[in-house]
């Protein structure tokens, strides 16, 4: 198997999420994607690129448009991007039209990084694995299992992602 490097586009979301007291509400801070890279001791070559920093929830089709940019602009055609979940499937949606002959698994986390309790390393993970093996399209990886892209929603009541069968 041919090894291929990835990219990795941070756009912000909970899996970058911090706070700062018991107080404060929770903030998008500096991208700790690299860190979580470095610790797991990953040796394919990759680099990460922050796109912006925001709650999905806070995502314009211009910000979409930003990411798809991003991805079609790219030298690599295996691609990870960190989102938020709540609107994860609508930027899948966006990517599947703009970058074909590309791979791309998005992936986030319902709890920060930072938590010690936390989907963000094992998530990140799958989406990396998957970015290497999976056919061109667009996929989205999280809680153990890697979904089409284009037939996924996000159960907010059961805390998971399901497929659509339809």
Known sequence: MTHQAILVLTTGGTIDKSYFDALSEY???ESGIP?????????LAHRVVEVMRKDSLELTDQDRAEIARAVREAPENRIVITHGTDTMTETAQV???A????TICLT???SPARF???DAHFNLGMAFAAAQVA????YIAM???VFDGLKVRKDRAAGKFVAITQ
């Not at 056919?135 to 667009?138: D, I, K, S």
């Open 143 to 145: 809680s153990g299992e």
């Open 135 to 138: 056919r061109p399209g667009v």
């Open 35 to 43: 860190a979580l890279l470095a610790e797991a001791r990953v040796a």
């Open 27 to 29: 903030q998008i801070v």
């Open 99 to 102: 970058a074909p002959g590309k």
């Open 116 to 118: 010690a309790e936390t």
């Open 108 to 110: 986030g986390a319902l």
């Open 95 to 97: 990517l599947a039209q």
